[in-house]
């Protein structure tokens, strides 16, 4: 048996009359086999080499004598040609490019073997692609997708990629390679803070996408700065925001209640909720577009207000028991804290997956007839938020601490039983399960007590 042609064969016994013909009915719909073929012999057994067949496709045959002027027609068999390795190969357009790393894509079509291997290499160079990234086994399948992530790179630097599947040809026993074309991207400047030794900021590690800084109107200052914030474009969102919370940044009649695009990242990376709401994009009327750092801890400067209604500032929340309920209230009591202490320090965010989690993802998908970026937008498993509070002599140095973090799982909460405070956690535990290393510009003589508590009346006092 070949990709194009079998032998069939066949047989009788006890004839009692004379065989004037033998031969076989075959087709590739059982039961209804209209292509006949003589054998050209009379005696048994007997068989046909039969051309001219589709690769990869399973044949139906019976064979037949004519005895005595009689056609018997013997029971029905199968076979099924040789696959022959016929995939294209297509390398998409890289996503997720940051300063360290990209999501290479690629697909495949047309494959009538068995497709054990998908990936990519890449390098450097467009000749010279001698890095293998392994991504994912389809198995039988005619097409499929398929991407991985490339992590460690080098910032603003050019990177060439092309994906390949490795098909087994059945017509010659061997495996097959079929590339897509080369492709490049390259990755943007490293992250790194326009200013740096602000107590609210966390550590940056150079692999963040994007890391920006907003401030007020004037110039760009220490005492006039808005927030911090650290951009996913795989998850479109912020997975921290930063910032300084005094008494004056929450009095006063700033307010710009409407969503607009971050300057600073193209359009096409952030969720386009910017003229309408999760319940318009995508059929998802439970959620908010819900802010990081709140409108409301900015009144005192329109230009600060406004930079809080960035796309890249909000998250999908659920809005009923969540956003406008526990969430909400913890960013009231945190307001409060401001009338008995100087400056709080604030860092907040969402959490998808805890480090070395395999917590299911949930998405939002774009409502019919909406242009919805993403299609499919991953909703946060967690949100939690972190506080700092400093004591200073009189030279303004640091001669205490205290810390408290909060943590919740995004679902809705019952107000009569469940309380912010009751979901109080120490900073090292959100650290834990963020990977993220918070106030790392806090002196680590103080870290470690003030990142240790748990007391939310302790905070409080302090």
Same mark, same amino acid.
């Given at each position: 048996m070949s990709s194009t042609g079998a032998t069939l064969s @066949?047989?009788?016994?006890?004839?009692?009359?004379?065989?004037?013909?033998? @031969?076989?009915?075959?087709?590739?719909?059982?039961?209804?086999?209209?292509n006949k073929v003589a054998a050209g012999g009379t005696s048994s057994p007997f068989s046909k080499a039969i051309s001219g067949l589709t690769a990869n496709t399973t044949y139906y045959f019976k064979a037949y004598v004519v005895e005595g002027g009689q056609e018997v027609v013997g029971s029905e068999e199968s076979f099924r040609t040789k696959a022959v390795a016929t995939s294209t190969v297509t390398t998409s357009a890289a996503t997720g490019v940051g300063s360290a790393r990209a999501t290479l894509q690629g697909s495949f079509t047309g494959a009538t073997g068995r497709v054990y291997e998908a990936g990519f290499y890449w390098g450097?160079?467009?000749?010279?692609?001698?890095?293998?990234?392994y991504a994912s086994s389809p198995g039988e399948v005619a097409s499929g997708s398929f991407n991985q992530e490339l992590t460690s790179l080098?910032?603003?630097?050019?990177?060439?990629?092309?994906?390949?599947?490795?098909?087994?040809?059945?017509?010659?026993?061997?495996?097959?390679?079929?590339?897509?074309?080369?492709?490049?991207?390259?990755?943007?400047?490293?992250?790194s803070y326009p200013q740096t030794g602000w107590l609210e900021l966390p550590a940056v590690t150079g692999s963040e996408d994007f890391v920006g800084q907003f401030y007020g109107s004037g110039t760009q200052t220490a005492a006039n700065r808005n927030?911090?914030?650290?951009?996913?474009?795989?998850?479109?969102?912020?997975?921290?925001v930063a910032y300084p919370l005094t008494a004056a940044h929450t009095s006063g009649s700033g307010s710009t209640s409407s969503w607009r695009y971050n300057?600073?990242?193209?359009?096409?990376? !952030?969720?386009?909720?910017?003229?309408?709401?999760?319940?318009?994009?995508?059929?998802?009327?439970?959620?908010?577009? @819900?802010?990081?750092?709140?409108?409301?801890?900015?009144?005192?400067?329109d230009t600060m207000n406004l930079q809080?209604?960035?796309?890249?500032?909000?998250?999908? !929340?659920?809005?009923?028991?969540?956003?406008?309920?526990?969430?909400?209230?913890?960013?009231?009591?945190?307001?409060?804290?401001?009338?008995?202490?100087?400056?709080?320090?604030?860092?907040?965010?969402?959490?998808?997956?805890?480090?070395?989690?395999?917590?299911?993802?949930?998405?939002?998908? @774009?409502?019919?007839g909406q242009n919805a970026n993403p299609a499919s937008l991953p909703i946060p498993n967690y949100y939690w938020k972190a506080l700092l509070k400093v004591s200073r002599d009189a030279n303004g140095n640091i001669t205490n601490a205290m810390a408290i973090g909060f943590w919740f799982d995004h679902r809705e909460y019952d107000?009569?039983?469940?309380?912010?405070?009751?979901?109080?956690?120490?900073?090292?535990?959100?650290?834990?399960?963020?990977?993220?290393?918070?106030?790392?510009?806090?002196?680590a003589a103080l870290q470690t007590t003030a990142e240790a508590n748990t007391s939310w009346s302790g905070f409080q006092s302090f």
């Open positions: @066949g047989s009788f016994t006890g004839e009692t009359g004379a065989i004037s013909e033998t @031969g076989f009915y075959y087709g590739t719909t059982s039961g209804s086999l209209g450097t160079s467009a000749g010279n692609l001698n890095n293998e990234l080098s910032s603003t630097t050019t990177y060439y990629y092309k994906a390949y599947v490795l098909e087994y040809n059945e017509a010659t026993s061997e495996y097959v390679y079929r590339y897509g074309d080369v492709r490049s991207f390259t990755t943007s400047a490293a992250v927030y911090s914030y650290n951009y996913s474009y795989t998850w479109y969102a912020s997975l921290w300057p600073n990242i193209a359009n096409n990376k !952030q969720v386009n909720i910017v003229s309408n709401s999760y319940g318009t994009m995508y059929n998802a009327s439970a959620y908010a577009r @819900g802010h990081q750092i709140p409108n409301a801890s900015r009144k005192s400067d809080t209604y960035y796309s890249t500032n909000q998250t999908p !929340q659920l809005q009923n028991k969540f956003n406008g309920s526990i969430w909400g209230t913890l960013e009231g009591a945190v307001r409060s804290l401001t009338s008995g202490t100087d400056t709080v320090y604030v860092v907040t965010g969402p959490t998808y997956r805890k480090v070395n989690g395999n917590e299911t993802i949930n998405y939002l998908t @774009g409502a019919g107000k009569d039983t469940e309380f912010y405070y009751n979901f109080a956690v120490s900073v090292d535990q959100i650290e834990t399960w963020t990977g993220f290393d918070l106030f790392a510009n806090l002196p």
